[in-house]
């Protein structure tokens, strides 16, 4: 049966008469149109589009998907599937591009595939058992070096485990107190535990213990003979208690001390809830939950004793409207307070309440009433009084009204959010503006200061941004200051040109993009041709080089990566003859060379253990890769805990050794880092000194003597108040952890000087006194700086041009715009003049360059070069062409503000490169149980980063084939990254919003860490993995990957007028806002991946809009797990518009007598499959396996209701029902 479809991207459906194309006959097929423009019945044929059809066969596997007129023209976008009997597809071909057919199906053959990408395996192969199961036992890659047949391909094995394997640990809940106990008895008898063994590309060996319940017991890494193993301890009700990671000699898990300072341990009342946890070396959390089981206040050890909770506020849709601290004693007590409340949420209130300077338009009924200090507020359906007033249209765009009388109006939706200060009780007020599709298209946001960034936004019909305008004032009195914006796309929707004019400057054409039939970035031009990036990649699709090296030509930089390959010497350093170079086949980098405008080509070898941890990165210079300089080698312990470090500098002409500047040895207690031995005593590098660190009861660090760090105080957020180092840094926050401010006091000439930084919206201010900061910092290496703050890294420093003047003149209140950013580095507002950047596969800022404001040819302002672990070279301002003049420009590695105390801030956490740690402990540490919360990105800085100092992340966090990369190329050719990307998201942005803008901070005001996102709720709640974003198939899927909690505050995920609600009690999935819907098909596919025990799915109620016609085609689930389901449910159907052609019906099969549940105008035409799908997390983490929940529902209403076990069903295409 054939079933044509034509869907939105957005998941809008449409009615009107199908488009003409040259379909296959006899195949089944769906064709999908994503519009680009507004069209209406009668020019529908006319109207600009992306499309796609999807070929099937008769079980329902993708043979075929086109995207027509692909990325090129005239050409297809063309991806080929091959299955084998019995429903196990075997091979998924790369896309290749082919000239149009217009819609029919291509006869396209593998060695043709082949020879289009100019290998013998142009595909992606998996390998089955033989049980009744089809569990993957094999992986292989596209490329030669992956193929099925070869040695660098992923394996998996199924057993069991053997005897005086995995330790026994028991944990029994004492119903009286609550608390759980943890004993150990002795080992898992032989043959009791499911066992899962992966092996990955370069033979890094994973395994996972799983009981019969499918509880995951053990993890364990293979590190060579040191098997690093994370224990999870059960309860007798199933309740995860203790987490155990990789112990180290000595520690023993059943010890006071060990469980206090390494184990996670959780606690739950007789509801099942979460009220405590620790974490290590931290001391306990507590939360508090209302009579809908949500979580409406926590604390921590620390605010407890000072009387203090942090609190959540719902209103009767369960969203969160305000946040904020009260007064709080023992949590039973809050808990029985909040028991006896009556009220479990708050209304809206025409008179409010004033907190802190500010009318609180809401009730403060719901426990806890006793309200201190509100911190944030947001505001729905209508816009509150004292907002600016509403510009009735943006960019010939008419806003959205509050008047629920017409057709269309904010209901629903966020018009305004407030976020207080945290050191002082000034508010950061954010209001938005909305087009008539419910589009956000500007937004007005009054800053601490009562300055202003407005910003403005022209959407084209897909929702690509078009324009874009800010203007900004730091405070009400201060010069405005304009940004334009646009931005062309070519007919295929991806980004070609940028352009940005401030003020009434010349507008300049930041950046360029060409693309590949594929849809990847080839070339970019930057600055008005001031450069090109020319980009090359694998053929596993991973990024290769940026420029040549070995062919600069005139580009400034050229930068290239090595997976697979090796270049230089495999063994540079023969004082450490067991730290070898070799080719990587599991995407971890091998090697990086880079050349500047000398045209001498540098490079650096990686070494790494086999837990994927980073174990040297070996400098090599050109012509003398055995000099060992500028390297560093690393030891670690069962935790990845740094153990030693080992690093060289520069080998100076009249010596033939390089210098030994660090020879660290770290000593630890717990987690927890006390001091650092530097055998060398040399104070370039780390300062050395052996002090003892110390740290608060939260795991803060707040003295570190080598550092002349003497106190760091923190606020409730865990973020650094006040630095005392000999001078003294102060820092102001708003409460969702956004700095605002900095003031670094120093004595100049005998007195007190203030030197000021403020953060507004991207903008960055200073006072003129900031001169000061260039003379406290060494320029280059000598042995004369012996009491210098080496480890500052003053080499890290850009200098922006200034003229000189008086170091101490000017108004201390008098601040100068300094730079904003731009997509390709900053605008240099002082010099009016664009600072262009070229940055490293992490985002490290490698080297900044302007144009010539006489000749117009390109000047280099600054080169970097950065040890692994993100140190810079010393002795950099000796680099040809560098301009060391003046106010610093401090954004380097990983693209993040290096500070006075030498750390990076990350936004959440200050960063150590000189010893590889953070400040303080990962406050999404539950994401990382077997690595230590202090280690940086897993110990694998070539390969990861940190968007915001809590998670690491890499760019396969999100994969893009089909026609969706339509949509995102745009998005991260214009700077967006993958972070913000998920913020976005998370925050109920779509991947069809356009290149990043200010929009996207505006949109999401911020992590708050008592919980107002998806993101926030999961921090709050803890022990989850990250999700992750993968768009795998056709336009008419969307997946959302990641771990599925069981939350009680409902969030939403919203694609435009389509929203996903994760969790118990989720309200609603809206398809259109009064939309007819005639032959429409709304399509998509939720996957998740889940660690341990049961999972609880909920999709909430369905909101179809507007009137339902012809509705009853058939549709279909899809079920994969490897693990026990419980509790699988969709929830009731409301229709508001008119019904017709829809049947009630019941659904067919059972599964093991328990009913199905009723259907209405669908059916359910798909089987469970169990199957064992596997993500490697690249030894970090172990093994996750992956739960699925796909397929297509035809537009119609369902619920289901039924409990499944998994294990027990037998796979195979069943037809209509479940059996």
Not at 972 to 993: C, K, M
Not at 1021 to 1029: D, H, Q
Not at 1116 to 1140: M, P, Q, R, Y
Request: net charge negative; charged share 20%; with cysteine.
């Amino acid at each position: 049966m054939k079933n044509l479809y034509i869907t939105l991207l957005m998941l809008l459906s449409i009615s009107g008469k199908l488009y003409s194309q040259n379909f296959s006959p006899n195949q089944t097929y769906t064709y999908t149109r994503v519009f680009l423009e507004g069209v209406t019945v009668s020019n529908m044929n006319s109207g600009q589009s992306i499309q796609n059809v999807t070929y099937t066969d008769g079980l329902g596997r993708v043979k075929q998907n086109i995207v027509i007129n692909g990325i090129q023209p005239g050409q297809d976008l063309v991806s080929t599937y091959f299955s084998e009997q019995g429903a196990k597809q075997t091979k998924q071909y790369l896309p290749i591009s082919v000239n149009s057919q217009n819609g029919a199906i291509h006869s396209v053959s593998e060695s043709g595939i082949n020879l289009y990408h100019g290998t013998t395996n142009a595909y992606a192969e998996v390998k089955y058992d033989d049980s009744p199961q089809n569990r993957v036992i094999k992986t292989a890659n596209p490329g030669t070096d992956w193929k099925m047949d070869g040695q660098n391909t992923k394996e998996f094995t199924y057993g069991f485990n053997e005897a005086n394997t995995v330790k026994k640990f028991v944990s029994a809940l004492n119903t009286s107190t609550f608390e759980n106990s943890l004993t150990q008895s002795g080992f898992y008898a032989v043959n009791t535990l499911h066992k899962t063994t992966a092996k990955d590309e370069d033979g890094n060996i994973s395994m996972e213990y799983k009981n019969g319940s499918g509880q995951v017991l053990m993890t364990r890494i293979k590190n060579g003979a040191v098997n690093l193993d994370t224990y999870y301890v059960y309860n007798q009700y199933n309740q995860l208690t203790y987490i155990i990671p990789p112990l180290n000699s000595g520690e023993n898990p059943l010890t006071t001390d060990t469980k206090n300072k390494v184990l996670y341990q959780y606690k739950y009342d007789a509801m099942g809830r979460l009220i405590e946890k620790k974490l290590p070396g931290k001391e306990k959390e507590f939360y508090v939950y209302d009579r809908e089981d949500r979580v409406i206040m926590s604390t921590d050890t620390k605010m407890k004793s000072e009387g203090k909770w942090a609190f959540v506020k719902y209103d009767k849709l369960g969203r969160v409207i305000y946040t904020g601290l009260c007064t709080g004693g023992e949590r039973n007590t809050e808990q029985a307070g909040a028991n006896s409340s009556i009220a479990v949420f708050e209304s809206k209130s025409a008179t409010g309440f004033n907190n802190s300077f500010t009318l609180i338009y809401y009730t403060k009924n719901a426990y806890p009433t006793s309200v201190t200090d509100v911190l944030s507020v947001n505001y729905y359906d209508e816009y509150p009084a004292g907002v600016p007033s509403r510009p009735a249209q943006i960019y010939e765009q008419s806003t959205l009204s509050s008047d629920i009388t017409s057709t269309h109006s904010t209901k629903s939706m966020l018009t305004a959010s407030y976020v207080r200060n945290m050191e002082d009780e000034k508010w950061n007020k954010t209001v938005f503006w909305y087009d008539a599709k419910e589009r956000l298209i500007g937004s007005h946001k009054t800053n601490h200061l009562n300055g202003y960034s407005k910003t403005e936004m022209k959407l084209d019909f897909p929702g690509n941004i078009r324009e874009s305008k800010v203007n900004h004032k730091r405070t009400t009195n201060a010069a405005e200051i304009e940004i334009k914006q646009r931005y062309i796309y070519s007919a295929q929707n991806l980004l070609t040109h940028h352009f940005h004019k401030v003020d009434n400057h010349p507008e300049e054409l930041l950046s360029e993009l060409t693309y590949d039939n594929l849809g990847r970035i080839t070339s970019k031009k930057v600055g008005n041709n001031l450069q090109q990036l020319d980009y090359t990649y694998n053929i596993r699709g991973w990024l290769t080089s940026v420029n040549n090296p070995a062919n600069l030509g005139t580009d400034l930089f050229a930068f290239k990566i090595n997976y697979n390959q090796r270049e230089g010497v495999e063994t540079p350093n023969n004082n450490f003859s067991a730290q070898k170079v070799k080719p990587r086949y599991n995407g971890t980098i091998a090697e990086t060379s880079w050349a500047t405008s000398s045209g001498i080509i540098e490079r650096y070898g990686y070494v790494y253990d086999a837990a994927g941890r980073l174990t040297a990165g070996l400098f090599q210079p050109h012509g003398d890769p055995y000099q060992k300089s500028n390297s560093e080698i690393v030891s670690y312990d069962n935790r990845g805990n740094i153990k030693s470090m080992y690093r060289t500098s520069f080998k100076h002409p009249q010596e033939t050794v390089a210098r030994l500047i660090d020879n660290l040895f770290y000593a630890y207690d717990g987690n927890r880092l006390t001091n650092i031995n530097d055998q060398t005593g040399n104070a370039n590098g780390y300062e050395g000194g052996n002090g003892t660190i110390q740290y608060d009861i939260n795991g803060n660090m707040t003295a570190m003597p080598d550092k002349g760090i003497t106190n760091i105080t923190y606020n409730f957020l865990n973020l650094p108040t006040t630095i005392a180092d000999g001078n003294t840094t102060t820092f102001l926050y708003s409460a969702d952890g956004t700095k605002l401010r900095k003031t670094l006091t120093i004595n100049h000439n005998g007195s007190n000087v203030d030197i000021t930084t403020l953060y507004l919206d991207g903008f960055q201010y200073s006072t003129p006194n900031s001169d000061l900061i260039a003379g406290m910092f060494r320029t280059s290496e000598s042995e004369s700086l012996e009491s210098a703050k080496v480890a500052s890294e003053p080499e890290a420093f850009t200098f922006a041009e200034k003229a000189p003047g008086n170091p101490g003149g000017g108004d201390p209140l008098t601040f100068d715009l300094v730079f904003f950013p731009t997509s390709e580095g900053f605008y240099d507002y002082e010099n009016k003049r664009y600072i262009y950047q070229y940055k490293d596969q992490t985002g490290n800022v490698r080297m900044s360059y302007t144009r010539h404001t006489t000749t117009g040819a390109a000047r280099v302002l600054d080169n970097n070069k950065y040890y692994a672990f993100g140190m810079n070279h010393l002795n950099q301002l000796s680099m040809p062409g560098y301009s060391p003049l003046s106010v610093p420009y401090n954004y380097k590695y990983s693209g993040k503000e290096l500070q006075e105390t030498g750390m990076y801030d990350f936004g959440w956490r200050h960063y150590m490169p000189d010893i590889g740690r953070w400040n303080g402990m990962d406050q999404l540490s539950e994401m990382y149980h077997s690595t230590s919360p202090y280690g940086y990105v897993l110990n694998n800085p070539v390969s990861f980063r940190d968007p915001d100092g809590r998670y690491t992340e890499t760019d396969d966090a999100f994969i893009f084939t089909g026609s969706e990369i339509q949509s995102v190329l745009g998005y991260f050719a214009e700077g967006g990254s993958y972070g913000s990307l998920l913020s976005h998201l998370e925050s109920g942005g779509s991947f069809g919003d356009g290149p990043v803008t200010t929009y996207y901070s505006n949109y999401n005001p911020g992590p708050s860490w008592f919980g107002r996102t998806w993101t926030n709720i999961r921090k709050f709640l803890g022990y989850k993995p990250k999700p992750r974003i993968i768009i795998d198939g056709a336009v008419s899927s969307f997946t959302e990957s990641g771990d599925l909690v069981a939350l009680t505050e409902p969030d939403f995920l919203n694609l435009n007028d389509f929203g996903i609600g994760l969790g118990v009690g989720v309200k609603n999935f809206k398809i259109g806002n009064a939309i007819d819907v005639s032959l429409g098909v709304t399509a998509f596919s939720l996957t998740y991946d889940k660690n341990e025990g049961d999972l609880n799915l909920a999709i909430g109620e369905f909101d179809l809009g507007g009137s339902i016609a012809g509705v009853g085609a058939e549709g279909s689930i899809n079920i994969f797990e490897t693990n026990f389901i419980d509790n699988i449910k969709f929830g009731t159907a409301t229709v508001s518009g008119s019904l017709s052609g829809v049947s009630r019906e019941a659904a067919s099969g059972s599964v093991y007598s328990k009913e199905n549940g009723w259907f209405s105008g669908t059916t359910l035409n798909s089987p469970i499959y169990p199957a064992n799908r596997m993500v490697d997390l690249n030894n970090n983490g172990g093994k996750t396996p992956m739960f699925i929940l796909g397929g297509d529902v035809r537009a119609g209403i369902f619920r289901f209701n039924v409990e499944v076990n998994v294990d027990d069903v037998v796979q195979g295409p069943l037809g209509s029902g479940w059996k």
